[in-house]
């Protein structure tokens, strides 16, 4: 690549703002103000790449191909290897620890289940951490160090606390973790500790945790690494670039994500959009989200509008009512107000693609035929094989179409809860209509419980013979 060439593309890194996402306010700040949130309307905050410096580069795709293969430690990571679009310098102080370059999988047992040809499962949980919040964590922590913050405060379900814990620990940074008492997995509280995070359990769900980080957000020593910082989704889009990559740069018909706080969806949403903007893909994925039933304030917002022939930005509604007690045994999304529904809702509607709900059941089951492909995942990943199946059902989509899963975390980050599925011993608090609680059994339909075997050959033997 010649000097000049080089020059412009890494301008189109320094001269990047941050935009706030509201049409009506569309108010620009510099790319190293520390804001959170428009500072004009308190809207959402989005970072704009002046992509048509990019558009003359020629080679993008090569280049970014021909890193994978090289020493420099920016381009042994699945994010950095991408930055041409990412808001640095060529000199910024990157934090890494060479996330993203994650497996794209055939999963035929999936496929099957889920009524389709084929399916592909994009798994983020091969992520340092183990989940897909390192690829947002390494962009999100590099800003922290620019901006000389202090400490880095996160309120979480467990995989952000954990991914955070990890990064800042080696950006030798402060790090302190906002977790609801009581509801986060044991092996995710375990990493935090591990990496020398400030844990703080806090008498409540994860929406009140993230109430008290937006009241920690104005303390300049402080910084947010929550998905609501837009550097968060600059790291967590390059997912799309990467997941193109390895399809051949033939664009997938669908593209099926969970839902929670709704960080990864606007990702994934931006990531494809500047794609197509650059010209290197000439259509977009359609972008579905799953949610759990008893945490879906997306789709039950999603499902309450109004069909329309366009999906301009317009039509976004100004609010979300959020669900007051969220319940899911999936507690990775047991989240009742996402605070970037607006940005993940504007990816969906961009790209004509759904928001539905699963139930527990499903998402067990769906858990466990992952496993069956030899890949396995934690249950909020598993949300997408089990959408993708109603999706299939309800004609949304068809069976030879293309279709990528994104796999969120690893199965080990949540063994409590595949071990109480396997022995037919997990269940679920649910609250009817009138308020009334009551438990319901989860059946193991894919049930593979260990069983006590004599210590001989011919035991041995009948077992397997049983179970053939
Ligand atoms: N899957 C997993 C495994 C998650 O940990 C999360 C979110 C999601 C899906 C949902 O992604 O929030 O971008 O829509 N976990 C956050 C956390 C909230 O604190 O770890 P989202």
Redesign the pocket.
């Known amino acids: 690549m010649s000097d000049a060439i080089a020059k412009t593309a890494q301008k189109a890194g320094t001269n990047a703002a941050q935009r706030c996402i509201v049409p009506g306010c569309a108010a620009q700040f510099g790319i190293r103000e520390q804001i959170y949130v428009c500072r004009r309307c308190g809207g959402p905050l989005e970072i704009e790449i002046p992509l048509d410096l990019l558009k003359s580069t020629p080679d993008l795709r090569e280049r970014w191909q021909a890193r994978a293969a090289s020493h420099d430690p920016r381009d042994n990571s699945g994010v950095w290897r991408f930055r041409e679009l990412l808001p640095f310098d060529d000199d910024a102080p990157v934090v890494t620890l060479f996330e993203g370059n994650t497996p794209l999988y055939d999963a035929p047992r999936s496929a099957k289940y889920a009524g389709l040809t084929a399916l592909r499962l994009k798994h983020q949980g091969c992520n340092p951490t183990a989940?897909?919040?390192d690829t947002g964590m390494t962009t999100a922590v590099t800003q922290a160090k620019l901006l000389g913050a202090r400490t880095a405060v996160?309120?979480?379900?467990?995989?952000?606390?954990a991914?955070l814990a990890a990064y800042a620990a080696r950006a030798e940074l402060q790090c302190a973790i906002l977790l609801p008492q009581g509801q986060i997995s044991p092996a995710?509280l375990a990493q935090s500790m591990d990496y020398g995070a400030v844990v703080c359990e806090i008498n409540g769900n994860?929406d009140d945790c993230m109430r008290l980080i937006s009241e920690l957000a104005d303390v300049p020593s402080i910084y947010i690494a929550?998905?609501v910082n837009p550097f968060r989704i600059e790291g967590q889009k390059t997912v799309a670039f990467e997941l193109l990559e390895q399809c051949g740069w033939r664009v997938p018909d669908h593209v099926v994500?969970?839902?929670?706080?709704?960080?990864?969806?606007?990702?994934l949403g931006k990531g494809f959009d500047e794609i197509l903007r650059l010209g290197l893909i000439d259509r977009l994925p359609k972008i579905s989200i799953v949610q759990a039933e008893g945490s879906a304030p997306l789709a039950h917002l999603f499902a309450g509008l109004k069909p329309s022939g366009s999906a301009a930005d317009a039509t976004l509604p100004d609010d979300i009512e959020p669900v007051a007690t969220p319940r899911t045994l999936a507690t990775?999304?047991k989240?009742g107000a996402?605070v970037?529904w607006k940005k993940?809702l504007r990816a969906v509607l961009r790209t004509r693609g759904s928001i539905i709900t699963v139930t527990e059941q499903e998402i067990a089951d769906a858990k466990a035929v992952i496993g069956r492909d030899g890949i396995g995942c934690?249950p909020?990943?598993a949300t997408t094989v089990a959408g993708i199946r109603k999706l299939t059902a309800s004609n949304k989509i068809h069976a030879g179409e293309s279709v990528v899963a994104v796999l969120?975390?690893h199965v080990l980050?949540d063994p409590d809860y595949v071990s109480h599925y396997h022995r037919g011993t997990l269940s679920f608090e649910s609250v009817t209509a009138d308020g009334t609680a009551k438990t319901v059994q989860i059946t193991g339909a894919f049930r593979n419980a260990p069983e006590k075997v004599a210590a001989n050959k011919e035991a041995i033997l009948k077992s397997l013979e049983s179970r053939r």
Request: glycine fraction near 12%; include cysteine; aromatic fraction near 6%.
């Open positions: 989940s897909f919040k996160c309120a979480s379900t467990g995989n952000t606390a991914s995710k994860f929550n998905s994500v969970p839902g929670g706080n709704m960080g990864n969806s606007s990702a990775a999304i989240i996402p970037s993940a934690e909020a990943s969120t975390g980050k």
